[in-house]
């Protein structure tokens, strides 16, 4: 008896139609049947032999079923490549989408026609804001997507224990995910310091992922030697902090894959290009991290790195491979990443090496973008456990009032052209009162954090340096990792204000000026993101930004939205301000504002 008839149920239909799909892919590379899609007159990319050939592609229930030859049965679509590259699927590595300000779907029409097939996104700023709820919306928002989206479990929710957040999430709330298909393992693990300590908490989290098989996300900026050993022993395998050429070697030295991150914020893909070599390159991944909406459509999405690499002097099929089948590989990924028979027909047809514009781009078989347009019609996913997560309490002007007792005192100075902060100090302008004031021959402004998960009323406050703003105030319910609301200004009636307006909005972006709004960017997900699309997110963020250079005098030499949404961020140095206070994160600990 023939063995599948012994096999009932869900699995029998399973074997059946697989062996038809399966059954069809081998006959269309055959030659005994006609290919879904033919591809024909194309320079194809070798990601394994790290060579370019001329043939023809056939594509069979969205596979790639072989490269034809002459007498094969008429495909029932072709497209004439005219000469172009097919290249296969570019793969982000590691990106939080919220950080685009749009919806997963949204998203995809951004990234989609820059040659991005694949993703693999941490949502642990949407899980920091609402847990496991954020993960499921970000799973059921990207079901269906052209563009394939996995995630990662984020592993610090909090990121650290040093302030509020909206969530929290141990090992038996993973646990609860872990098996999820679309789920490849544990998302970075920013507490480094958890990690090379063995905190119980996180050794938990560690052994779920394990114990299903899953891979695990790094997140390691300057740590080195045996606390590098420690880190890496944790079976951490990547890592896109590095900064430097050596810094890469140390972890592929350790087995780990390094990420060259080219964000809107921190961009590392030229400073690590010295030590890429042809040794190391299969260890070597592109990611952006944190991209906005402006620098995909000015500048590109994976494409952009892939361009910069080789404009830095990389051979362009060594940047391919970085792009592709080492991602895929690292993830186990294991149909993706090149063009070869068996392999998912995600590619584009590129005209060129050096500049990369994409001509077509094709996910499953099926043109999704054509010369910059995205051709698919997103599904509308209703946001309804996600919402509403504005839970600001027993907040007023009170809560931002700073009496100090000495006018020496501790300052957050911006380093501009990153997240980096320095330690400063200064001597203040106090009123008689001992109340702060600001000073116009300096440029220090308030800047306060919100929480705005739990309705505790913690208003954290401190002084910031170099940011550059006069007459008002800006606020955000984005300020990474957690959340909360971040207001910074020199006027504490406005920076009340501008609370309130996120209050109403239920999240978002806003400038306030002498008592009146002049514009405001409503992100009602998770005070996170919009179903809008990126082009309106650009388009707003764009005359806001204008706004805060021109009417609030912001330091022109930082993105005022950019750098304010980081000045909370407690694992990123040198210090930063949370809802519970001032934190030195090179000494892991909360300082004073007053120095003396």
């Known amino acids: 008896m023939n063995a599948i008839a012994m096999v009932h149920g869900p699995t029998r239909r399973l074997i059946v139609n697989g062996r038809k799909q399966l059954k069809r892919l081998i006959d269309v590379a055959a030659g ?11 320079r194809i990319i070798d990601v394994f032999n790290k060579e370019i050939f001329d043939g023809d592609v056939l594509v069979s229930d969205g596979r790639i079923a072989g490269f034809g030859k002459e007498g094969f049965p008429d495909a029932a679509a072709t497209v004439d490549a005219q000469g172009r590259y097919l290249v296969p ?46 993960l499921d919306y970000m799973l059921e928002a990207s079901e269906g997507l052209p563009l394939q989206i996995f995630m990662m479990i984020p592993s610090c929710v909090p990121a650290t224990p040093f302030e509020n957040a909206g969530a929290t999430l141990l090992a038996d709330s993973i646990a609860t995910r872990i098996d999820h298909p679309r789920i490849l393992g544990l998302g970075e693990l920013m507490d480094y310091f958890g990690v090379i300590n ?102 590109g999405h994976i494409d952009n790195n892939v361009r910069l690499a080789v404009g830095g002097g990389l051979d362009p099929l060594s940047a391919i491979r970085i792009a592709t089948i080492n991602s895929a590989e690292c993830f186990g990924l294991r149909d993706r990443g090149a063009i070869a028979p068996g ?15 994409m001509h077509q781009v094709f996910i499953g078989g099926r043109l999704v973008a054509e010369e910059g347009s995205y051709l698919f019609k997103n599904p509308h996913v209703e946001p309804k456990n996600v919402s509403g997560r504005m839970r600001v309490a027993d907040f007023s002007v009170e809560k931002l009032r700073l009496s100090l007792e000495s006018p020496h005192v501790h300052t957050i100075d911006i380093i501009p052209g990153g997240v980096v902060t320095a330690l400063g100090e200064a001597h203040v302008a106090l009123s008689s009162s001992g109340e702060w004031l600001p000073d116009p021959a300096q440029d220090i402004a308030k800047l306060a954090v919100v929480e705005r998960h ?31 609301i971040i207001v910074v200004g020199d006027c504490d009636s ?31 997900i ?39 949404c980081f000045m909370a961020l407690p694992v990123i140095p040198a210090v930063k301000l949370t809802d519970v206070g001032l934190f030195d994160v090179t000494q892991f600990k909360f300082i004073p504002l007053e120095m003396e």
């Not at 997963?104 to 941490?122: I, K, N, Q, S, W």
Request: glycine residues 10%.
């Open 198 to 299: 063995a905190d119980d908490a996180i050794l938990d989290k560690l052994i779920v992922a394990r114990g299903a098989g899953k891979s695990v996300d790094g997140h390691s900026p300057a740590i080195t030697g045996t606390d590098l050993d420690a880190y890496s022993a944790s079976g951490v395998r990547t890592d896109h902090e590095c900064d430097t050429p050596e810094e890469l070697h140390e972890r592929v030295r350790r087995g780990m894959y390094v990420l060259l991150r080219q964000g809107s914020a921190c961009r590392n893909v030229l400073n690590l290009l010295g030590g890429v070599t042809s040794d190391n390159e299969r260890r070597c991944l592109f990611c952006t991290d944190d991209r906005q909406p402006k620098s995909i459509l000015e500048e």
């Open 343 to 357: 392999y998912r027909a995600d590619f584009s047809l590129v005209d060129d090496l050096e500049k990369f514009h």
């Open 454 to 484: 739990h309705g505790t009323g913690n208003v954290g406050v401190a002084l910031i340096r170099d940011y550059g703003i006069k007459g008002g105030a800006i606020a955000m319910s984005i300020a990474h990792d957690s959340h909360n």
């Open 32 to 42: 005994r049947a006609a290919a879904d899609l033919l591809i024909r007159n194309c």
């Open 494 to 524: 406005d920076m009340v204000l501008a609370v309130e307006e996120l209050v109403r909005l239920g999240g978002g972006v806003t400038i306030v000026k002498a008592g009146k709004v002049l514009d405001s960017l409503p992100l009602p």
């Open 89 to 134: 699927g570019f793969i982000d590595s590691h990106v939080h989408i919220e950080s685009s300000h749009c919806s997963p779907g949204e998203f995809a029409r951004l990234v989609v026609p820059c040659g991005t097939t694949t993703v693999v996104a941490d949502p642990h700023e949407i899980c920091n804001v609402c847990g496991i709820d954020g």
């Open 526 to 564: 998770a005070g996170l993101m919009t179903d809008e699309t990126g082009v309106y997110v650009d388009k707003m963020l764009t005359t806001m930004h204008t706004l805060a250079l021109n009417e609030l005098h912001v330091n022109p030499a930082i993105d005022p939205f950019m750098t304010l």
